[in-house]
């Protein structure tokens, strides 16, 4: 009880103090995120709902980079005695297996292994980290000096879903603050968001309808700079009208993609190439494929924790919009993990072929089967880690495995730090 208290008062004075800082579940104000006033009300008594989990509940002035200071260009060697130990945990898990993990709970001791960390997987919606980190880029390009109207125009520019956003599976949350009344369904081409809220879609719940339209939104900033703040929905179709096919395939892969080669990310490492819906893909030719790799996702982690990200302020947001204030699932969701602020992202693509006597399920497919996690875990005992975890186990759902194993990696960081 005393711990609600002690955050309480954090929580209140963070407000009366400076109630433009940012988010997580404080982050309304600064954001326009309906999804976090939700939250926010949920924690002082407004609305009844189930809590979050401890972990979930840090104040955004507690998120912070934890390698700023640290030399970037010093991604580190194999440390034999954690390698020693991961290497036990797989004796029993399917050869798909692929990992990265780095502890930097001593950032001038910083300790790393991994297993197929070069082995290429379809990163499903993990994929979406290449589109948030383009959005950043572009924002940079509009506005390379000020980060605050990179906020504003994220904040404060509506747009409509259109055909981009379908179909989709993942429902978005449609939280009205006159009724508290919350809504969960799929979108239709009429929603209006904020930038800012179809980012945050993307990434709390994955949405994939919102992916495409945050990436159609990269497009146009790359194209119309400056002018993107008063583009009306009517010039963004010309230009995608007009514009030959080529071109615009070509632009979609170069926004999201070289931004990350200038981060040290290599092609074979991670790259997307495909819109994450019918009408994005039908409106803009895939090209090239997507693929992930454990190793290129630490790389992103890495570059994030050290601000490389465009800069310091970039890579802290994006930090704070992975903070799991949203239902954890697969890796994220072992409850060993319940008092540790966690940061995640998690994909999934799987698909079946006729086999006798096989009858395929959800995340079960036989032909492929990818389930991929990326989590930073930061414990209240001062310990910080990263895990980029990838599987293609056919015909079975990985979840609890994948689960399990967040919880024995949990085990053997904290035995590690006694």
């Not at 009844?48 to 401890?54: E, R």
């Not at 030399?71 to 005695?81: G, L, S």
């Not at 803009?284 to 454990?294: A, E, R």
């Not at 990985?398 to 053997?412: C, V």
Request: aromatic letters at 12%.
């Amino acid at each position: 009880m005393k711990y609600y208290f002690r955050l309480l008062f954090i929580l209140v004075a963070f407000f009366l103090v400076n109630a433009v800082n940012a988010y997580p579940i404080d982050g309304f104000l600064r954001t326009g995120i309906k999804r976090l006033l939700r939250l926010e009300r949920i924690f002082k008594g407004e609305i009844k709902d189930k809590p979050l989990v401890k972990g979930a509940m840090l104040p955004s002035d507690s998120i912070r980079l934890n390698l700023s200071k640290h030399n970037f260009y010093a991604f580190p060697k194999i440390d034999q005695d954690l390698q020693k130990e991961i290497n036990r945990l797989f004796p029993n898990l399917d050869e798909s297996y692929s990992i990265a993990i780095m502890n930097y709970s001593d950032s001038e001791n910083i300790q790393y292994a991994e297993r197929q960390a070069t082995r290429g997987f379809q990163p499903g919606s993990v994929g979406k980290l290449a589109v948030a980190t383009g959005l950043f880029c572009a924002l940079e390009d509009i506005y390379p000096y000020d980060f605050e109207k990179r906020v504003g125009l994220l904040k404060n520019k509506k747009i409509r879903a259109g055909y981009w956003a379908i179909p989709n599976i993942h429902t978005v949350p449609f939280f009205n603050p006159e009724t508290n009344k919350l809504e969960k369904r799929l979108l239709v081409e009429n929603d209006v968001f904020s930038l800012y809220e179809w980012l945050d879609h993307m990434l709390s719940v994955s949405s994939n309808g919102a992916a495409s339209v945050v990436w159609r939104e990269v497009m146009l900033m790359n194209a119309f700079g400056e002018e993107y703040a008063n583009l009306t929905e009517a010039q963004a179709e010309e230009y995608f009208k007009v514009t030959p096919r080529k071109e615009l395939s070509d632009q979609a892969v170069s926004v999201i993609n070289e931004p990350l080669r200038e981060i040290g990310i290599e092609e074979d490492e991670f790259r997307v190439g495909t819109f994450f819906t019918r009408g994005g893909s039908n409106k803009i030719t895939p090209q090239g494929g997507s693929i992930g790799s454990p190793r290129g996702l630490m790389k992103w982690i890495w570059a994030m924790e050290h601000g490389q990200i465009v800069d310091k302020e970039s890579s802290l947001e994006l930090k704070k919009l992975m903070y799991m204030t949203d239902r954890r699932i697969r890796y994220a969701s072992n409850k060993k993990l319940d008092e540790s602020a966690v940061y995640f992202k998690s994909g999934s693509l799987y698909s079946c072929q006729p086999e006798p006597g096989y009858e395929c399920g959800k995340y079960k497919g036989n032909a492929k089967n990818f389930m991929n996690s990326l989590a930073i875990v930061e414990t209240p005992n001062g310990q910080k880690y990263a895990v980029a975890l990838m599987t293609n186990v056919l015909r079975k759902n990985s979840n609890a495995d994948h689960s399990a194993l967040g919880g024995k990696i949990q085990d053997l960081i904290t035995q590690r730090s006694q």
